[in-house]
Each structure stands twice: as structure tokens, then as C-alpha cells.
């Protein structure tokens, strides 16, 4: 959860100083050019990480547990067994 919320922080602060070094909120032109680079570079940071989690290996499934050995002989034989 931690290495989530990291991300996000470090990816609001890339996003930004990617806009600040190429736009400004001085005219429409500027701050959609920033926007753009910004956008741009959180796309590439996505594509990264899509194919490193592409290149993980995947879980493995849980161990099942086996059933512990019970009596083959149905419940309502085994009572007419005991009565007899």
C-alpha cells in the first residue's frame, strides 16, 4: 500500500516539473504545451511499468489441503449397522 501512494507522490512531482520546465500559466499556448509534456511523460512512466509488471513472474496458487480420510461407508448404512 505504501509503495502505492509513493507512486503517486513521485508521479504528481514528475508531472509537475515536467510542466513547470516547459510551460507556465502565463497564456493558453504555454500551459498547453506544458500540459502536453507532462502528459506525455506520465504515459511513458505508465508504458514503464506496464511492461516491468509484464516481466514479473505471477503468483502461485495456494496449497490446497487435502481432505483427512473419513469412513467410505454412507452415513445412513452405518447407522443401521450399529442397530443391528
Do not use: D, K, Y
Amino acid at each position: 500500500m505504501m509503495l502505492r501512494i509513493f507512486g503517486g507522490v513521485f508521479g504528481v512531482a514528475v508531472t509537475v516539473a515536467v510542466f513547470a520546465s516547459v510551460g507556465s500559466h502565463a497564456s493558453a499556448e504555454e500551459f498547453s504545451a506544458g500540459f502536453s509534456a507532462g502528459m506525455g511523460t506520465v504515459a511513458a512512466f505508465a508504458f514503464i511499468g506496464t511492461l516491468v509488471a509484464l516481466g514479473m513472474p505471477g503468483r502461485r496458487p495456494a496449497a490446497m489441503a487435502t481432505p483427512q480420510a473419513t469412513s467410505t461407508v454412507p452415513q445412513s448404512e452405518n447407522a443401521s449397522m450399529i442397530q443391528s
